[in-house]
């Protein structure tokens, strides 16, 4: 049966427009963007399918434009698409932060080390740096470790911090691992970093750190 002969309510497009899309599953998203399925099948199960081989999403989606394009059902134009569409969704996550609107939501400044850190081979450690009233001056990569390691330079992290004039920052990294609970070096690399912070009077808001799922803040925590 083709999608069009499904119930209304059940068609992936009808179906986010009466309900919205964080509803569907990540098949029916896929299925969206595929518009019809491979010879046989369709988007539903073309995504599926694709999703089951060369899943889950995240995985899926990490992959560059010439490894989606050789995937079936899909090809260079529907790579370019979906490669758009989640080139789209990280901008739209980092607007606020990059036009200077002030951080008020502290799980903002997380979701923005998510879609900066998560994809990344290699454990990346990054400095969100902010004035006085909490709004973006610059975001930076300061160090980049091994597949479990990054060596942290208090130092650097103060002098970056002058450079910018910052008054406070918030500081993530990524574990390649998938699993974002902070290690006992984590929590210690934390402490001297506000401890050197502290010496020229900046501020250290929080510590995420990204896995999969949602990142991890140090400062709920109460590792601050």
Known sequence: MRIQEWPAAERPREKLLQRGAARLSDAELLAIFL????????????ARNLLAAHGPLRRLLDRSAAELMRLPGLGPARACQLLAALELGHRH????????????DPL???????????????????ALFLDNRHRALAFEELFQGTVDAAEVHPREVVRRAMTHNAAALIIGHNHPSGCSEPSA???????????????VDVRLLDHFVVGDGPPVSLASRGWM
């Open 185 to 199: 070096a984590d929590r210690a690399i934390t402490v001297r970093l506000k401890q050197a912070l502290e010496l």
């Open 93 to 104: 996550l980092a607007a606020d932060l990059e036009r200077g609107a002030a951080l008020s």
């Open 108 to 126: 903002s400044a997380g979701r923005y080390f998510c879609q900066r850190l998560r994809h990344r081979p290699h454990e990346v450690f990054a």
């Open 35 to 46: 518009g019809s399925g491979l010879a046989g099948q369709d988007a539903v199960a073309t």
